[in-house]
């Protein structure tokens, strides 16, 4: 899970820091103290969690209207409110917060608090119609999707499936499981057999047991390699 932290206490920025990097389900922490770095850090990074302090001083923007912000780039972004004091809890359900958290913040309740959210935000099942039938496919049976024109086409442990979402919905709709290889392609790690340079500045991805093969850029390689 990739946590954006918003904080512009010193002291309460360096904490929650230090207990989010030792929970295993968090990968990666961009902690901030400004309102405006923390929506560019929205839009340039793959956020998961957003944990908002409410009261930032000397900020153009309070919590609030960072969160609403978030919300409007992406509704997918979990969002955890952070306060000291209470009354502020109603005022942040205006943009439909997961959760809130008193200061001082407890320790066990934020460790359960990131567990429970990454607990939720597992891909649920894709309902696809194909033909005259709908098909029930899980995110994990996908092998690799590919984008031809205005179409998706999805390569599964059950058969490819034609689909009319764009690589972006896609992603959304199947979380973490999926990664952007390139422009045109997503694939399931979980598959991967091998990776071979092609002629120029693109890769071959090659599948366990799977004929098909999907492409990766040299930029997405690199980003592959180094995560």
Do not use: W
């Amino acid at each position: 899970m990739r946590v954006l932290l918003l904080e512009d206490e010193n002291i309460a920025r360096e904490f929650f820091v230090k207990i989010l990097l030792q929970i295993p389900e968090v990968s990666e922490v961009f902690a901030t103290s400004g309102s405006e770095e923390a929506i560019s850090l929205i839009h340039s990074e793959d956020i998961d969690l957003a944990l908002v302090d409410i009261e930032l001083d000397n900020q153009e923007l309070n919590g609030i209207q960072v969160a609403r912000r978030i919300v409007e780039h992406n509704q997918n972004i979990f969002i955890v409110f952070i306060t000291g004091y209470a009354q502020y809890a109603l005022d942040s359900f205006i943009v439909h917060p997961y959760d809130y958290i008193l200061k001082p913040v407890n320790k066990n309740r934020l460790v359960k608090l990131i567990q429970e959210i990454n607990a939720k935000k597992e891909p649920s099942p894709l309902f696809l119609r194909y033909g005259n039938k709908v098909y029930q496919i899980s995110p994990y049976e996908i092998i690799f999707v590919e984008k031809s024109n205005n179409a998706a086409y999805l390569h599964t442990t059950k058969g490819i499936y034609k689909v009319y979402y764009t690589l972006q919905e896609l992603e959304n709709l199947l979380g973490n499981v999926l990664f952007r290889s390139h422009r045109s392609y997503l694939i399931n790690p979980q598959y991967l057999d091998s990776i071979i340079p092609n002629i120029g500045r693109s890769y071959q991805v090659n599948f366990l047991d799977y004929k098909k093969t999907a492409v990766m850029s040299r930029q997405k390689y690199k980003e592959y390699r180094d995560q």
